[in-house]
């Protein structure tokens, strides 16, 4: 995700951070890097005019330039502005009463919305909601099976009719067919089309007209960058959009249409697709997003994430043995609950820090894999006592795996510290940390200061309390964890 974005940023926050105070030259030299960075992001040209402007007149205040810490400072500036760019958002959707809500999702083909639909339906099942999926898309014979396949699997109801029945029509039976039968939320699937035109808009236009939906969603590519976020425009200004739904985040994205679309439609982003699953969708927080774009990771996803996945039995499991023994079974076990999450690329750029660790590991599936080989490849004697592996067990561990022995070090190195870490900084677990992070009444706040790299201790970044870091040496350590190294 946005990996050009962030190196761009790493780059200049590093450059900047070189200097003790920074000059106004400095500042417009930097302002100029942040403004190639957001070009080459796809980033409307207006929106890169206007945020560069706003950067600038911020940072040439005492702020910066008065700054004992100015590589900082500018980093905080951009961070805000990057937020108010995209922001503000509340990703919660509206409830009427009484019931139905009704939600509309439109959009041009293949953007996602049938996709969207079911993944929306799983979200407010999630809130104790019972929706209604409405296949209102009588253009394509196959949309209707497709809504009703993704129906079946989030166990939501699908609601179809003949397509010559028309959408209109479909729509106002749909809702009539959720009064009757207690469906809280009605989602109305509707058809896309190539491109924007008269016929689509006058088809969705009928619809609002017959049901009045409380919500109209835009479903948008993140892929299609610019083209994307004018057809938004154009959308808006036919149907008065309540946000917009930016899928396929997963992708390759630049960045641009995230950045873009709230100033150039004034309507806000309210969930991202980040992948084809279902459960794939993320409510947008743009606070958190620019902090990935920055390279510091993101924190509370991360939780909402290992929420879903570590089940208490695998948290007590692994809480007893962070007392006990941490054998390389338990390490083995651990990575593939971190798997589970999700594509490992998508979970640790969420980690403060890691972003730019990536770059060296640009498989980390493939370095997971062959992490789980090599252990599989060691005796149970050598698993649960890895210090009985010498040179010649070493060298069998790695024919048995197709590695070399170099590697079976590194794995036991990286075990031993994780061991390590249970055993004396970190009583608790990586997962237990996730877990108890969200269930400690102060946790917004100090993850908001893990992610900001202030102190990621709870990953194992160390503990600063207690330190005898000089404040210089600090202030080193702190820069280099914003720049992700
Ligand atoms: N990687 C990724 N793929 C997605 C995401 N959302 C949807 N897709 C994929 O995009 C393709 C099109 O999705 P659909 O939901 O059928 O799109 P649509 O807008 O309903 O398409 P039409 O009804 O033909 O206009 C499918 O292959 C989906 O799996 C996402 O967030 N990430
Ligand atoms: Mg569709």
Do not use: W
């Not at 953007?111 to 979200?123: F, N, P, Q, S």
């Not at 309540?242 to 309507?267: E, Y």
């Not at 927080?285 to 390279?295: N, T």
């Amino acid at each position: 995700m946005f990996d050009s974005l962030t190196d761009h940023f790493a780059r200049l926050f590093r450059n900047l951070s070189g200097h003790g105070r920074i000059s106004e030259a400095n500042v417009r030299q930097a302002m100029e890097e942040i403004r190639v960075a957001l070009l080459e992001a796809d980033v409307h040209y207006n929106v890169v005019q206007d945020f560069t402007k706003k950067v600038l007149e911020k940072s040439i205040g005492t702020r910066v330039l008065a700054s004992l810490q100015p590589g900082e400072q500018m980093v905080q500036i951009v961070l805000e502005e990057l937020v108010n760019l995209m922001g503000p958002v509340d990703a919660r959707v509206y409830f009427v009463d009484p019931p139905p809500t009704i939600v509309m999702m439109c959009g041009l083909q293949g953007a996602g919305k049938t996709t969207t639909c079911g993944k929306l339906a799983l979200y407010l099942k999630g809130k104790g909601k019972n929706p209604l999926l409405v296949a209102a898309d009588t253009q394509r014979p196959a949309a209707i099976e497709q809504l009703r396949i993704l129906g079946e699997q989030v166990q939501v109801p699908v609601f179809h009719e003949a397509p010559e029945t028309g959408p209109v029509a479909i729509s106002r039976h749909a809702v009539d067919f959720a009064r009757q039968n207690g469906r809280d939320v009605v989602i109305l699937d509707t058809a896309g089309r190539l491109h924007l035109d008269t016929v689509l808009m006058d088809e969705l236009r009928h619809m609002q007209q017959a049901v009045h939906p409380q919500q109209i969603y835009l479903v948008v590519d993140a892929m299609v960058g610019q083209d994307a976020v004018n057809s938004a425009k154009v959308f808006n200004s036919q149907l008065e959009l309540d946000g917009i739904i930016l899928t396929k985040f997963d992708s390759d994205t630049r960045g641009g249409a995230a950045l873009s679309v709230k100033a150039i439609t004034g309507r806000p982003i309210k969930f991202l697709g980040v992948g084809e699953k279902l459960q794939m969708l993320e409510e947008f927080h743009p606070d958190r997003i620019a902090r990935r774009m920055l390279g510091m990771g993101d924190i509370l996803t991360l939780v909402e994430k290992a929420r879903g996945e570590i089940t208490a039995k695998e948290l007590e499991l692994e809480q007893g043995k962070a007392k006990s023994s941490f054998t390389m079974d338990d390490f083995l076990k651990q990575m593939g609950t971190i798997r589970k999450m999700g594509p490992l690329k998508q979970i640790l750029e969420l980690v403060p820090g890691v972003g730019g660790l990536l770059k060296q590991v640009p498989k980390p599936e493939e370095e997971f894999d062959r992490t789980a080989a090599i252990i599989q490849s060691m005796a149970h004697a050598e698993r649960q006592r890895p210090e009985l592996i010498d040179g010649s067990r070493r060298r069998r561990i790695a024919r048995g795996s197709g590695t070399e022995p170099a590697d079976v070090s590194q794995v036991i190195k990286s075990f031993t510290m994780a061991r390590d870490l249970m055993k004396k900084n970190n009583p608790m677990t990586l997962l237990s940390q996730l877990r108890s992070l969200r269930a400690s009444p102060g946790a917004e706040a100090e993850l908001a200061q893990i992610a900001a790299g202030k102190a990621p201790s709870s990953l194992g970044g160390g503990k600063s309390r207690g330190s005898r870091l000089t404040p210089e040496q600090k202030r080193r350590l702190r820069l280099k964890r914003l720049r992700g190294r």
